[in-house]
C-alpha cells in the first residue's frame, strides 16, 4: 500500500486554497474599481446558507458533478470533449419523450429511461469518434459543431412532438407520469424542498469513476493513452479503439446529467430545461483535477457560488453576474497555481533524493579509463 505523503497532501491542498484567495484579491479590486460595496458583496456571498438554499446547493452540485464526471472521461485520455452539452441536451430530450408514453410502470420507466438517455448520448459522441478515428477530425471542432447541431435538431423535434395546452405559450414534452415522478429526500433538516432523489446516481456515477480508471486494465490502457499513445501502442493498447469507447463512454455519462431534472423536478422537457451544464462540466472537471473527489468539492463550490449570488442584485445592489467573474478567475487561478505547485514539487523531490544520495555516499562520479 501506498504510504501517505503529508508534503504532497499539503502541495495539494495549497493550489486550491491559492486560487481562492487570487479570486478573491481580484474580484476584491474590480469592485473597489468600479465602486460597488466590496464588503457587502462577499457578505452575501459568504453567509451561512438557510436550509432551503443548502437543498438548492446539493441539486445544484449533484448535476454539475454528472457534468464534470462525463468531461473528466475524455480528459483523462487527453480527449476534449466540448460536446458534453449536446450530448446531454438529446439525450435528456429522448429520455423524456420515451418517459413520457407511460409504457413502463414507475421505478422501471425511471431506470429504462436513464438507459435510452445513456444510449442516446453515447449515439452522438459516436459521431465526433468516428471523424476522429477515420477521418482525423479534431473532437474539439467535431463536438463544437455537434454542439449548435443538436440544439437544432432537438427544437425542431420538440415542436413535432409537444404537448400543447390552451391558454399556454409553453413548449415542452408530455409529462412524465406521476409513478415516475421522483420526490426527492428529505435530508437537510428544516428545509421544505428535497434533494433529488437521483443524488444517489451522481454518488454511483462517482464510485464507477473512480474504480474503473484507477483499478481496471481498462483504466491504465485509458490513462496510458492520454500519456503516450506511442508508449500505449508499444504496450499493446488499440489507440483508436480506446479513442472511440473513451468518446462514447463520456457521451454515455453526458446522458445522465438531465436525469435529476427531469425525474425530480421538471417532469417534461421543453425550452425552459436547464441549458449551459455541459459547458459548466468542462470548468468544473479542470478545478477539480479530473479526481472524483475533487470534481465533488469543485461542484459544491460552483453550486455554491451560483446559489448564494442569487441575493446580490437584493442586498448589495450589485448585477450576480459578479460571480462569473469570480469562478472564471478561479479556474484561471488554479490551473497556474497547480502549475506552480507542479514545479515545487518537483524541484523538493530532486533535493530530497540528492541529499539521500549524498548521505549515502553514492553522488555518481565520473570514471577513468583503465590504466
Request: no cysteine; glycine share 10%; proline share 3%.
Amino acid at each position: 500500500m501506498k504510504r501517505l505523503n503529508p508534503r504532497r497532501i499539503l502541495l495539494g491542498l495549497a493550489a486550491p486554497v491559492l486560487a481562492l484567495v487570487v479570486a478573491f484579491v481580484i474580484t476584491s479590486l474590480i469592485l473597489a474599481l468600479f465602486r460597488d460595496p466590496v464588503g457587502d458583496v462577499w457578505k452575501t456571498i459568504l453567509h451561512v446558507p438557510k436550509p432551503r438554499q443548502t437543498v438548492q446547493i446539493v441539486n445544484a452540485a449533484t448535476v454539475y458533478y454528472l457534468s464534470a464526471i462525463a468531461v473528466a472521461v475524455g480528459f483523462r485520455m487527453n480527449l476534449f470533449n466540448i460536446g458534453v452539452d449536446g450530448q446531454y441536451r438529446v439525450a435528456v430530450f429522448a429520455a423524456a419523450v420515451f418517459a413520457g408514453q407511460a409504457w413502463l410502470p414507475g421505478w422501471l420507466n425511471v431506470i429504462v429511461s436513464i438507459v435510452v438517455a445513456m444510449v442516446a448520448g453515447g449515439l452522438w459522441a459516436s459521431i465526433a469518434a468516428y471523424l476522429k478515428v477515420k477521418r482525423g477530425v479534431s473532437e474539439v471542432i467535431s463536438t463544437i459543431m455537434l454542439n449548435a447541431i443538436a440544439t437544432g435538431v432537438v427544437s425542431w423535434l420538440l415542436l413535432k412532438v409537444a404537448d400543447r395546452h390552451a391558454g399556454s405559450n409553453a413548449v415542452n414534452t408530455k409529462d412524465i407520469p406521476e409513478s415516475s415522478q421522483l420526490l426527492g429526500l428529505k435530508l437537510i433538516p428544516g428545509a421544505t424542498n428535497r434533494v433529488y432523489t437521483l443524488i444517489v446516481l451522481a454518488i454511483l456515477v462517482g464510485l464507477a469513476y473512480w474504480f474503473v480508471l484507477g483499478k481496471t486494465r481498462f483504466g491504465f490502457d485509458l490513462r496510458a493513452t492520454g500519456r503516450s499513445e506511442t508508449a500505449a501502442v508499444a504496450s499493446g493498447v488499440k489507440v483508436p479503439r480506446m479513442v472511440m469507447t473513451a468518446m462514447i463512454a463520456s457521451g454515455a455519462l453526458a446522458g445522465l446529467i438531465g436525469m435529476p431534472l427531469l425525474f425530480g423536478q421538471d417532469h417534461n422537457y421543453g425550452t425552459t430545461f436547464q441549458s449551459g451544464l455541459g459547458f459548466a462540466g468542462i470548468a468544473i472537471a479542470l478545478l477539480g483535477r479530473n479526481n472524483a473527489v475533487g470534481i465533488a468539492f469543485a461542484s459544491v463550490l460552483w453550486a455554491f457560488l451560483d446559489i448564494q449570488s442569487n441575493a446580490l442584485q437584493i442586498t448589495a445592489g450589485v448585477a450576480q453576474e459578479i460571480v462569473f467573474i469570480i469562478q472564471g478567475v478561479i479556474l484561471f487561478a488554479v490551473v497556474i497555481a497547480y502549475e506552480l505547485i507542479r514545479r515545487t514539487d518537483k524541484r523538493l523531490e530532486q533535493q530530497r533524493v540528492a541529499r539521500e544520495l549524498g548521505a549515502q555516499g553514492t553522488v555518481p562520479a565520473t570514471e577513468g579509463a583503465p590504466a
